[in-house]
């Protein structure tokens, strides 16, 4: 369930005009942008950008870099782009930044096959090199051997499920996650090959036959890179929607906001289920989400978000 409040019917010429007139003058009116761009969806803001370029010859986006600054321009910045762009820039500010390897496994474990495998398409157009070859150019062992079989996966979208393979494989997941004894190589198998409706039942069957989760105390802190990234991975495919609850609530409990991980998760999932997220949030923390944001963030970019939330001031 989406949070985006948008008008069934607009013009992207009128729109554009008023984004331009926004820009006029000595200071731009960052109010009229959210009013406009906060409001509209995908598609919509496609038109926007290419009625501006016809209209005003100069590109929408490279205005509003020039126009707007912080947390609100970044945001900004990336609901405008289309999702699969928007997830490229995501996934190689991630890789340029050191490696945030969970960002590369939450694309990977969220999306669809064809929304990855667009993903992919959009990294190659913009940066001309592969995702693939950049997360190999930047990890090595195991979690090389995770992130890539992640991120090259094209997983079936069936509902089928295979009891007998369940079985066998949350054994597999029990010796190489848990006991740390089993093959590493097995376990990456697993979670990159399979379907994530068959990768659920193996969870649930883990679940029952040991008593527990298999996330439960996988991480300590002699935990590498690559066992939190098997986590990251088993999280996401899991459970997202409570995987991007707790990223909300690490970015906003944090010493210091994290505003990159907020802005990621309401920017993205805006048009997915962002409100749904909210819900987990409330019934985790007693506290609204949009209370939260209100909260920790303040100036344009907090009325964007808001907006994006489905909630004005």
């Given at each position: 369930m989406a949070t985006l409040i948008a008008p069934p019917n607009h013009s992207p010429q009128e729109d554009a005009e008023s984004l331009n007139k926004?820009?006029?003058?000595?200071g731009t009116d960052e109010r009229s942008v959210i009013a406009i761009l906060g409001h509209r969806n995908v598609h919509q803001r496609q038109q926007i950008r290419r009625a501006?370029?016809?209209?005003?010859?100069?590109?929408?986006?490279?205005?509003?870099?020039?126009?707007?600054?912080?947390?609100?321009?970044?945001?900004?910045?990336?609901?405008?782009?289309e999702p699969a762009d928007r997830d490229a820039v995501l996934a190689n500010v991630a890789i340029r930044n050191g490696m945030n390897y969970h960002i590369i496994v939450e694309i990977s474990c969220v999306l669809s096959p064809e929304e990855l495998l667009a993903v992919r398409r959009a990294y190659l157009n913009r940066y001309k090199r592969s995702l693939e070859e950049d997360v190999a150019a930047h990890t090595s062992g195991h979690l090389r051997q995770l992130l890539l079989g992640l991120v090259t996966a094209y997983r079936y979208t069936g509902d089928e499920i295979n009891a007998k393979l369940a079985q066998s494989e949350a054994e597999i997941l029990h010796e190489?996650?848990?006991?740390?004894?089993?093959?590493?190589?097995?376990?990456i198998r697993v979670l990159s090959t399979r379907s994530k409706t068959q990768l659920i039942a193996t969870f649930n069957r883990y679940r029952e036959t040991h008593g527990t989760s298999i996330t439960k105390k996988l991480l300590d802190e002699a935990s590498d890179e690559f066992q939190k990234a098997l986590y990251t991975a088993i999280r996401c495919i899991n459970d997202h929607v409570k995987y991007y609850e707790k990223v909300v609530r690490n970015a906003i409990k944090k010493v210091g906001t994290d505003e990159d991980a907020l802005t990621r998760v309401v920017v993205s999932r805006a048009e997915k289920d962002l409100k749904i997220i909210s819900e987990v949030y409330y019934k985790r923390n007693s506290v609204l989400l949009e209370h939260a944001v209100a909260k920790e963030t303040s100036g344009d970019y907090k009325h964007f978000l808001l907006t994006l939330l489905g909630k004005q001031e």
């Open positions: 926004a820009f006029q003058g000595w501006y370029e016809e209209i005003f010859h100069e590109d929408l986006v490279k205005r509003l870099e020039s126009e707007i600054r912080g947390d609100f321009e970044k945001a900004v910045y990336r609901w405008i782009l190489a996650v848990k006991e740390k004894k089993g093959s590493q190589e097995e376990a």
